[in-house]
């Protein structure tokens, strides 16, 4: 038996004829749709709802978008809290060690200057004991002044002040303290008065000073100016 092939037939569709069946068919479609909204209220409010639809997811992607701005931002905030958190921690723990630092150096620089004060008046009893004059020295307090030296037998009073590092300013201020003590206790300077001073360095002007206005001036090594001990 033998097949016969068939040819196949050419219809031979006219493209332009099948773009305004299109058009057609889309103006029939959007009359039908535009007919519809007007005159079935049940299809007009579904695509109402649908529009509505769109409009809420929308709304719901750029929520999400602003949500997930707003979580990055607050993820940077606590970072900078963080950080501020630790830069306060340091800077508490700095101003401690600094406390501390600060009390250890106030309580050498008190120990330095009991022990100064010490000396001082165990040198000046020395060297008044060399010359024959025994008087116990310690701290005149008062209210209105206060003296590192003091002491007086009745017939000599001797009266100065420390100095780790001796300037032409403490000389002075030395003179304006005696002054005070002349004013409210003039009984304290019974006899004659030696004035000194005890100073670990003297500058060159101090110790000029110290010169001019008879101040008995010493260090631990030697007096840079001598008293006029002799008593009336």
């Excluded at 150096?105 to 008044?128: D, F, N, P």
């Amino acid at each position: 038996m033998k097949l016969k092939i068939m040819t196949p037939i050419n219809i031979g569709l006219n493209p332009q004829l099948l773009g305004e069946e299109k058009r057609g068919m889309e103006a029939e479609l959007r009359s039908r749709i535009l007919k519809l909204l007007k005159e079935d209220e049940e299809f007009r409010y579904t695509v109402a709802g649908l529009i509505g639809l769109e409009d809420i997811r929308r709304g719901q992607v750029e929520l999400r978008e602003a949500i997930a701005k707003l979580e990055e931002s607050h993820r940077r905030l606590e970072e900078s809290v963080a950080n501020l958190n630790d830069a306060v921690a340091r800077l508490a723990e700095e101003q401690r060690r600094v406390s501390r630092t600060l009390r250890s150096v106030t309580r050498y620089i008190e120990e330095v200057s009991i022990t100064l004060e010490e000396e001082a008046r165990s040198m000046i009893e020395l060297r008044l004991r060399q010359r024959g004059i025994q008087i116990k020295l310690g701290a005149l307090i008062r209210p209105y002044v206060e003296l590192d030296i003091y002491g007086s037998d009745g017939n000599l009073t001797v009266v100065g002040e420390t100095k780790t590092r001796l300037a032409s300013r403490h000389v002075r201020e030395l003179e304006r303290k005696i002054d005070m003590v002349k004013r409210n206790e003039p009984g304290l300077l019974r006899g004659k008065t030696i004035k000194t001073i005890y100073a670990m360095w003297a500058h060159p002007e101090a110790v000029e000073e110290c010169k001019a206005r008879e101040i008995w001036l010493n260090t631990p090594n030697k007096e840079l100016t001598r008293p006029n001990i002799q008593t009336q």
